[in-house]
């Protein structure tokens, strides 16, 4: 039969399509892989990504909505899983949804540049229901959750999202499901099918949420998480996926330009958690290369510019920096998707902190006024630099006639400029230091650390199930 309406494939030709070698690849690569195959950097990195999440976690817990999401969840409920930092126990597709949500509150959860993405936050919480479901040692989580953030991060290097979407929600359902499966013990054939299964699991994700404030963005990660595991259920009940889901999908669906070449390039050699970055200013990546340039601006000033001294900000920068032009944010997401305000509330309170962008904060005359007075440009030659580069130029014109100048190339904590390990466990006691208190704190990272030689996550999940401390003290 011939069909003539542009995009309509038949299915006499749909069909004939196997299998991809890319895919026969990965199973048989994941259902044999150990903890102990990881080059050194790598596994070092893979740590510190689980501590990193469960800071962001544990922070992010602490505001009103997940506070509330978590009650509501575990209300009527029984289950063994935490949500991380509100001391409650649920069921554990409830507890990957809330901890997903959760880290992702705080824009501090990392990410990877090339993926063009956050695949930490999609696999770690699923990861560590599936461990604690079955008492898996420290190295068998570690893996899985190297292999999850290796298969999403890949499937966003091979491919490129629709402009209109928002990366979260997409390509790490399959992050979160192929690291459910492997510590499920699942073999080469079900891994394939998991993969297959997850890969129509991506949400119809909207970037102008992160535009506009709309905190349901938030639940994008969480989501990802509850839907791998949901995969993996699927699955294992004999469900079965199309036989070449992600190309499908991620060339046709949500994404286009699919090269499968990528999914397989140097597959065990090359890792992607080895090339990610952490986070330390509390908003939008796309904002950390100018806010790293202000910094810059600030010590040539001698260590201080009060706003009241600023005629104007102009900033240059790339294409998704340069979106997030907005002046007059609403809420917290908004404040920190919107590069005037981070600058603004940035020179108000010393640098772009948890609380900087805090209601109080947000209704800050100074800062609000300040950001009226900052343009942002997208100028197509840094564009050009993306993604190993995301590069800024800032000019601050004071009100006495002078002005100062910085231009950065890349963001502080990328893999060009990374921050060191102390750094990142520094970064781990500021964000769980006031939920749990600095011992508990203390614990939790030293658990993580042993975690390679740790016969059993459950000391780690114990830990994780300690309520905040003001509950503690209720």
Not at 199 to 213: A, C, Q, V, W
Request: hydrophobic share 45%; with cysteine.
């Amino acid at each position: 039969m011939t069909i003539v309406t542009p995009g309509v494939v038949p299915a006499s030709v749909l069909l004939k399509t196997g299998r991809p070698d890319w895919l026969s690849r990965w199973g048989a690569f994941a259902a044999g892989f150990r903890f102990g195959d990881l080059p050194a950097e790598a596994a070092d990195r893979t740590v510190l990504v689980l501590l990193d999440c469960i800071g962001a976690m544990a922070a992010g817990m602490q505001e009103a909505e997940t506070r509330a999401l978590a009650r509501r969840l575990a209300s009527g409920s029984e289950g063994a899983d935490p949500a991380i930092g509100a001391g409650l126990a649920l069921p554990g597709p409830h507890a990957a949804f809330v901890n997903g949500t959760a880290g992702t509150m705080l824009e501090l959860d990392e990410g990877n540049q090339y993926a063009r993405g956050h695949p930490g936050i999609h696999v770690v919480p699923a990861a560590l229901v599936a461990a604690r479901q079955r008492r898996s040692g420290g190295a068998d989580l570690l893996a899985a959750i190297a292999l999850g953030y290796e298969i999403g991060s890949r499937i966003g290097i091979a491919s490129k999202l629709r402009v209109t979407m928002h990366p979260h929600g997409t390509w790490g359902s399959v992050g979160a499901a192929l690291s459910v499966a492997v510590l499920h013990g699942a073999d080469e054939g079900d891994i394939v099918e998991t993969i297959n299964i997850a890969s129509s699991f991506g949400l119809s994700t909207s970037r102008r949420t992160m535009l506009e404030g709309a905190t349901v963005r938030n639940s994008y990660a969480g989501l990802s998480n509850q839907l791998g595991m949901m995969a993996w259920d699927l699955a294992a009940c004999g469900f079965t996926g199309e036989a070449d889901g992600i190309a499908t999908v991620y060339d046709t669906v949500i994404a286009d330009h699919f090269q499968p070449a990528q999914m397989d390039e140097a597959l065990g050699e090359r890792w992607e958690i080895a090339r990610n970055y952490f986070k330390r200013h509390a908003a939008c990546r796309y904002t950390h290369g100018a806010l790293d340039a202000l910094a810059d601006i600030v010590r040539q000033a001698g260590g201080r510019i009060a706003p009241a001294e600023v005629e104007r900000i102009e900033v240059d920068t790339y294409v998704w920096a340069a979106q997030l032009d907005g002046q007059e944010p609403h809420n917290m997401l908004a404040a920190k998707f919107s590069l005037p305000f981070a600058l603004a509330t940035t020179l108000v309170h010393g640098a772009a902190s948890v609380d900087a962008f805090r209601e109080e904060a947000r209704a800050n005359e100074d800062a609000r006024a300040l950001a009226r007075r900052v343009a942002v440009r997208e100028d197509p030659e840094l564009t050009a630099r993306l993604p190993g580069l995301r590069p800024a130029r800032v000019r601050v014109t004071l009100k006495d006639g002078r002005t100062l100048k910085a231009e950065v190339l890349t963001n502080r904590g990328d893999t060009e400029d990374p921050y060191s390990a102390d750094e990142v466990r520094e970064k781990f006691r500021e964000l769980a230091g006031p939920v749990w208190g600095d011992a508990h704190a203390a614990r939790i990272a030293r658990l993580v650390s042993d975690l390679p030689g740790a016969a059993s996550v459950d000391d780690l999940i114990a830990a994780l199930c300690a309520p905040p401390l003001e509950r503690k003290t209720s």
